[in-house]
């Protein structure tokens, strides 16, 4: 409960430090995961590339703030972490069908982000999960 507590907490200062503020109906989605690096990369570079192409191209496809958060301490460097901002439940919905499958949408968001995401795919892979938060 204190690591999904601190994660919320360093979220909302995350995002708080964009000149964004959070809004009652706003979905947040923490997502944390591990790293797989490939080859000669570098967690530096890696970071760079998700930070600068992956997180924005993100950002454009599935029309929501998407952010990185650094590893600071905590449970193993060769994690990365991210948040999605969609302004409301329903917005983030669209990308998905009510058995969680990629909704028509979804499937078109994820046809953008193939040429990003096979160039992250060289560089490593991730696996891990993610937990969605209804703002208050």
Not at 1 to 10: D, W, Y
Not at 101 to 122: I, P, R, W, Y
Request: charged residues 20%.
């Amino acid at each position: 409960m204190k690591k999904i507590l601190f994660l919320a907490a360093f979220a909302f200062a995350s995002i708080t430090g964009f000149s964004q503020s959070l809004q009652k109906g706003n979905l947040i989605g923490l997502h944390t995961t591990t790293v797989k690096l490939n080859g000669k990369t570098t967690m530096k570079q890696y970071v760079d590339f998700v930070t600068n192409k992956w997180a924005p191209a993100m950002s454009s496809a599935v029309n929501a703030d998407v952010h990185v958060l650094k590893y600071l301490r905590g449970d193993g460097a060769d994690k990365i972490s991210f948040i999605f901002v969609f302004k409301t439940e329903a917005d983030r919905n669209k990308f998905y069908n009510p058995d969680g499958t990629s909704s028509a949408l979804g499937k078109a968001s994820n046809a953008k982000m193939k040429g990003v995401s096979d160039e992250l795919t060289k560089l490593g892979t991730m696996s891990g999960g993610f937990t969605d938060w209804l703002v208050q």
